[in-house]
């Protein structure tokens, strides 16, 4: 398998547009994560899907965030607008799912954004 | 709800000198607890864990972590460090009683002196 894989790598856009996050999870994985990294923060779990459902977005900051998990195979993670607080790196991991034991997660290499 | 303290955010040791990273954690249930590491400009790899049995734990790169109940601690350690493992290493937690949210601390940033 190729891991997880997270486009675009890098994304610079400018305030008020539109930003789409890919990632592309660990086939038979059940459970998929998306975090956010800052310097300030550190690593803050945005939110979860188990079995393609959104199970916790508590960490969603805002309505200008949302995700998506159409399928097993696929999620997206949009920012509509974007401001510049949103420079970050954005990870996605995916991760068996606890039902096989504890939650171990595979990460992708990250998509960093920044927002003029 | 769980929650991951590592104290130190950077912390500089000279090479082959012995190191301890710190991580608290608090939670009302049992938990599982994780150090991940992560190299510059990649994602996090899993370090090593801690579910059940025995309460020291090792990794296949000479690194070390005891689970400590009584003090909610998770320490990172290993006798002599290389150049190599400068990284950014992540403890993390999540709820024992099969909750898929992992929890992760802010880092620590381990620096390595020649």
């Known amino acids: 398998d190729a891991g997880v894989i997270q486009s675009p790598r890098h994304e610079v856009t400018e305030m008020g547009q539109e930003v789409t996050l890919r990632c592309k999870p660990i086939s038979g994985h059940n459970s998929l994560f998306w975090y956010r990294q800052t310097m300030m923060r550190g690593l803050e779990l945005l939110i979860y899907?188990?079995?393609?459902?959104?199970?916790?977005d508590s960490g969603m900051p805002e309505d200008r965030f949302s995700a998506k998990m159409p399928n097993a195979s696929f999620s997206t993670l949009k920012i509509q607008p974007s401001e510049p607080r949103d420079s970050a790196v954005y990870f996605c991991?995916?991760?068996?799912?606890?039902?096989?034991?504890?939650?171990?997660?595979?990460f992708g290499a990250g998509s960093r954004l920044t927002v003029l | 709800a769980q929650s991951v303290t590592q104290l130190d955010s950077q912390v500089p040791v000279f090479e082959e000198a012995p190191v301890e990273l710190r991580c608290n954690y608090s939670s009302s249930v049992s938990v599982y607890l994780f150090w991940y590491v992560q190299y510059p400009n990649q994602g996090l790899q899993l370090l090593l864990k801690?579910?059940?049995?025995?309460?020291l734990v090792e990794s296949i790169n000479g690194f070390e972590a005891e689970f400590n109940k009584s003090q909610t601690s998770f320490h990172l350690r290993k006798p002599s460090v290389h150049i190599s493992d400068t990284a950014e290493y992540f403890c993390?937690?999540?709820?024992?009683?099969?909750?898929?949210?992992?929890?992760f601390g802010k880092g620590t940033r381990l620096h390595i002196l020649p």
């Open positions: 801690y579910l059940s049995g025995s309460t």
């Open positions: 899907f188990n079995n393609n459902v959104p199970i916790d």
């Open positions: 993390a937690v999540s709820a024992g009683n099969r909750d898929d949210k992992i929890i």
């Open positions: 991991a995916s991760s068996p799912g606890s039902s096989s034991g504890a939650n171990v997660l595979t």
